[in-house]
């Protein structure tokens, strides 16, 4: 698959950024003329990997969020979500419903839901060197980007 059209994003771990860095990759990802609902998807998953950066990676401090978006030749949308926040010790126990490092209210399904919305979603993490998210997802439009 050859990169078409790509965009990087760094942004604060600030709430506040959350809905900026999911319109971001959303309006990029608009040049395909997607569905609503997958659009939507798009923007659900984005959401929730930016809110485990936020939540999960720097806990009580501001790191970087670095968000990189690709568009292929076959209508593929690649988004990596990257930070350098404390990691993920285990990430196949992390990836399991209700499961949340933090306990209390949170609900635990970040994975799951980014899962449910993406065709697919690859986790890397190191402790202490921070988490990789790469989430895919075919766009299934008659509209193709040429590189124009």
Do not use: W
């Not at 608009?30 to 984005?46: F, S």
């Not at 999960?56 to 209508?75: F, L």
């Not at 196949?92 to 994975?111: K, T, V």
Request: net charge positive; glycine share 6%.
């Amino acid at each position: 698959m050859k990169t078409i059209n790509n965009f990087n994003l760094n942004i604060p771990s600030r709430s506040a950024n959350e809905s900026f860095a999911r319109t971001a990759v959303s309006a990029f990802v608009a040049q395909l003329d997607p569905t609503l609902e997958e659009i939507n998807d798009i923007k659900t998953a984005v959401s929730e990997a930016v809110t485990n950066c936020i939540v999960h990676a720097y806990k009580e401090q501001i790191g970087k969020i670095y968000i990189s978006c690709a568009i292929t030749d076959n209508n593929t949308v690649k988004i990596k979500i990257k930070d350098n926040g404390v990691g993920i010790e285990n990430i196949e126990q992390a990836m399991e419903p209700l499961y949340s490092s933090l306990g209390g209210e949170r609900a635990g399904l970040g994975f799951i839901v980014m899962q449910s919305f993406m065709d697919s979603i690859k986790v890397r993490s190191a402790v202490g060197k921070g988490t990789t998210v790469t989430l895919t997802k075919k766009i299934n439009s008659k509209f193709t980007v040429n590189g124009n």
